[in-house]
């Protein structure tokens, strides 16, 4: 598991980053469960170019777990095929159970096809290859939000 960081202590005291524009906020710690090296990379590149603060780099379904059961990010993207593990799914389902704040999921896979319909609703799927521009308009698409989250949010 590789963590790097980028930026101030400044960045590191606000949760979350907004565009110019304020369209959408993008997290400042994201957990990345990628078993091949240079996507890794390129997805690392990507995130921190785009102002992501921390990217955590995980090789394994294990690595992703300990991550995810130390710190809570904000986003996790996983990669459904890893070595260690035929399916993201094990990750998946960690995240969904650390509702109503859960991070947000994005896929990565070579077969759409293969995740199962109710893992599949959890977030977007990126098919691979992708480029970090893909990588990026994804990352900053608004999360999908249920009925029961957006009346939290109206209550609060």
């Known amino acids: ?3 790097r960081s980028r930026g101030s202590s400044s960045i590191e005291k606000s949760n979350e980053k907004s565009d110019e524009a304020g ?3 993008l997290p400042q710690h994201v957990v990345v469960a990628e078993d091949d090296a240079v996507l890794a990379m390129m997805i690392e590149d990507a995130l921190h170019d785009a102002g992501i603060a921390e990217v955590e780099i995980c090789a394994s379904t294990k690595d992703a777990m300990r991550a ?3 710190r809570k990010p904000k986003l996790v993207i996983i990669d459904v095929h890893l070595a260690d593990s035929d ?3 094990a990750i998946a389902e960690l995240v969904e159970s650390m509702k109503p704040n859960a ?3 994005i896929f990565s896979t070579g077969a759409p096809q293969d995740i199962p319909e109710q893992i599949a609703a959890m977030g977007p799927v990126l098919e691979k290859p992708y480029d ?3 990588l990026l308009a994804v990352v900053r698409q608004p999360r999908r939000t249920g009925l029961i989250s957006r009346l939290r949010r109206v209550i609060r």
């Open 1 to 3: 598991m590789a963590r």
């Open 87 to 89: 399916d993201g799914w």
């Open 23 to 25: 369209d959408y906020v």
């Open 132 to 134: 970090a521009e893909e």
């Open 103 to 105: 991070p947000r999921v």
């Open 68 to 70: 995810l059961s130390t």
